[in-house]
Antibody, heavy 115, light 112 residues
Framework: EVQLVESGGALVQPGGSLKLSCAASGFTFSDSAVHWVRQASGKGLEWVGRIRSKANNYATSFGASVNGRFTMSRDDSKKTAYLQMNSLQTEDTAVYYC??????WGQGTLVTVSS | DVVLTQSPLSLPVTLGQPASISCRSSESLVYSDGNTYLNWFHQRPGQSPRRLIYKVSKRDSGVPDRFSGSGSGTDFTLEISSVEAEDVGVYFCMQYTHWPPFFGGGTKVEIK
């Protein structure tokens, strides 16, 4: 069974940093791109970014609102992807999902940026 | 960036009746390979999104056949032939023909 499980969400002050994890199982993680999508409370879905597989040089791409502040990495041996978030702003408050952008999404992890 | 506009924002429906959601793109979603990368997702209250339809009209595994997608170019539609109680929630279209991927604003389906 395919599973994606996010962790690492927390309350952080503006300007702070946080690293989210996405643990995968049930599929060949090393062959798959991983996307992060966020959703502010009561709002729509916003694509945050993506990291591709080793075969695609672990290429990353980000949405304009987070570009330059967020980075992604992955450890294929641990079947885990990471989202490093720096210079966090109140507007980054949201539930963060990792997904293959298909039928499989994690349950989400809540990031709250507030003083 | 390509923008997707969904309508209506809210859709009250009667159980057993059909429902239709529109998604319009600011640019054609036909990719250079001839495919159109337009997905539909459903998010039930308190749950993660789930993809229903990919490439305009292809249903994901396990998706009931009462759901269908259609359209071309810039205009797309998700139809539910006979709404059931479990269909409530928010429906989002999403394009990934053009980078970056972009989601429509969502349509909330509720039972009258």
């Amino acid at each position: 069974e395919v599973q994606l499980v996010e962790s690492g969400g927390a309350l952080v002050q503006p300007g702070g940093s946080l690293k989210l994890s996405c643990a995968a199982s049930g599929f060949t993680f090393s062959d798959s791109a991983v996307h992060w999508v966020r959703q502010a409370s009561g709002k729509g879905l916003e694509w945050v970014g993506r990291i591709r597989s080793k075969a695609n040089n672990y290429a990353t791409s980000f949405g304009a609102s987070v570009n330059g502040r967020f980075t992604m990495s992955r450890d294929d041996s641990k079947k885990t992807a990471y989202l490093q978030m720096n210079s966090l702003q109140t507007e980054d408050t949201a539930v963060y999902y990792c997904t293959r952008m298909d039928n499989y999404w994690g349950q989400g992890t809540l990031v709250t940026v507030s003083s | 960036d390509v923008v997707l506009t969904q309508s209506p924002l809210s859709l009250p429906v009667t159980l057993g009746q059909p429902a239709s959601i529109s998604c319009r793109s600011s640019e054609s979603l036909v990719y250079s390979d001839g495919n159109t990368y337009l997905n539909w997702f459903h998010q039930r209250p308190g749950q993660s999104p789930r993809r229903l339809i990919y490439k305009v009209s292809k249903r994901d595994s396990g998706v009931p056949d009462r759901f269908s997608g259609s359209g071309s170019g810039t205009d797309f539609t998700l139809e539910i032939s006979s709404v059931e109680a479990e269909d409530v929630g928010v429906y989002f279209c999403m394009q990934y023909t053009h980078w970056p991927p972009f989601f429509g604003g969502g349509t909330k389906v509720e039972i009258k």
